[in-house]
């Protein structure tokens, strides 16, 4: 089988409402959507979303970059994908969301090409079903309160917490947030997307806090701050999740020692689905759960993420509900809450709406 058209799409999601964490405020998603087509009439998707505080990239970056290296993988065999990975990493550093969107347009076309879905082609599925949290952007305790209501009547069981102000001030918060929910059956994550500073500030702050419900804090230091991440390791009542300081498995191994309890894989991260699974086998050996977190990806992206979070048993929780906070998708990802259905169809196993992906195209190239 060979490659022999790309074509390119820049689109805007159109977000429901902002979203919000303390370093930037979202009124849509940028994507840059990958559509893949080969000599045997398989035709495969894929996605990068950029974050240019996590992996340094931004979508256009991704769209320029993907229209450089285009042109130089027509002819390339789809199959391969470990092969393609090292041609691509012979051709550009990192871009690890360039990569990602070539990488889950392969699996799709190899997913396809057996008639399996990817879940199938990485090891089968290890759950029946996947639930998944809701994430609250930063807003006000009265604000997150009328949000927490609407969720836990929707079915929701998880809510993940968006926090990022002053320490005092966000603890203040989060105690709120746990007395409001304590008579119900929800559970509260804290993600803190790199704002605070101080570990000792941070241990003594959370010394207060004995709560069950409260599962853990995400990244709550600088990406490099690795003694910060150490000391609250060792002082903290709380499970410590890293995300921003784990992109791939190269940063992973690069610690000798990791101190954290849990990590947050992202596809856009490391790479694709294919260098996912070799951050999610390291991670087990050196007994560190892992949850499939999301960079707010379209239906394309999220399927990915859910594909790989079924295959691996490591892999404990997902965080996947992009198309949950847009006003339109341009795929048919189903999601029954709290769960997702993957259903059992090739590839990816979703049908792509090319009259929303038009609508929704900002710019486009075809090779």
């Known amino acids: 089988m060979k490659i022999t058209k790309i074509v390119g799409y820049y689109i805007e999601l159109p977000l429901i409402e902002p979203f919000v964490i303390n370093y930037a405020t979202y009124h849509c998603m940028h994507s840059v959507i990958v559509e893949m087509h080969t000599d045997a ?17 931004s979508a256009e970056g991704i769209y320029a970059n993907l229209q450089w290296i285009a042109p130089k993988l027509i002819g390339q065999d789809p199959l391969n994908i470990e092969s393609m990975h090292q041609y691509l990493n012979s051709l550009i550093l990192g871009n690890p969301a360039l990569k990602a969107s070539i990488d889950i347009a392969l699996y799709d076309i190899l997913g396809k090409h057996a008639n399996l879905p990817v879940y199938q082609l990485l090891g089968g599925k290890t759950v029946e079903r996947l639930d998944y949290a809701k994430v609250l952007s930063v807003k006000s305790i009265e604000a997150t309160r009328k949000d927490i209501d609407t969720l836990l009547a929707s079915g929701y069981k998880v809510i993940k917490v968006k926090l990022g102000d002053n320490i005092n001030d966000d603890i203040q918060k989060l105690k709120q947030i746990l007395d409001y929910i304590k ?6 994550r804290v993600d803190c997307n790199q704002a605070w500073s101080n570990p000792k500030a941070i241990v003594q702050a959370f010394s207060s806090i004995h709560d069950p419900k409260l599962k853990w804090i995400e990244q709550p230091l600088k990406y490099n701050d690795m003694d910060g991440m150490k000391y609250l390791y060792d002082h903290m009542n709380v499970s410590l999740m890293a995300d921003e300081m784990i992109k791939d498995v190269d940063d992973l191994v690069r610690l000798k020692t990791p101190h954290f309890n849990l ?9 694709g689905i294919h260098n996912a699974v070799k951050l999610i086998h390291v991670a087990e050996a050196l007994g560190i759960e892992c949850q499939i977190g999301s960079m707010v990806e379209s239906s394309i992206g999220s399927a990915a993420g859910y594909h790989t979070a079924m295959a691996l048993e490591n892999v404990k929780t997902t965080e996947l509900t992009g198309p949950l906070l847009f006003s339109q998708d341009i795929g048919d990802l189903t999601y029954n809450i709290p769960y997702v259905d993957l259903g059992n169809g090739a590839g990816l196993g979703i049908q792509i ?11 486009q190239f075809e090779v």
Request: proline share 0%; glycine share 14%.
């Open 353 to 363: 709406d090319t009259n929303a992906l038009a609508k929704l195209t900002v710019k």
């Open 183 to 188: 008579d119900t059956d929800a559970e509260i």
């Open 41 to 57: 009439g398989i035709v495969g998707y894929g996605e990068g979303v950029a974050d240019e505080h996590v992996t340094g990239e």
């Open 263 to 271: 990590l947050n894989v992202k596809l856009m991260k490391c790479g």
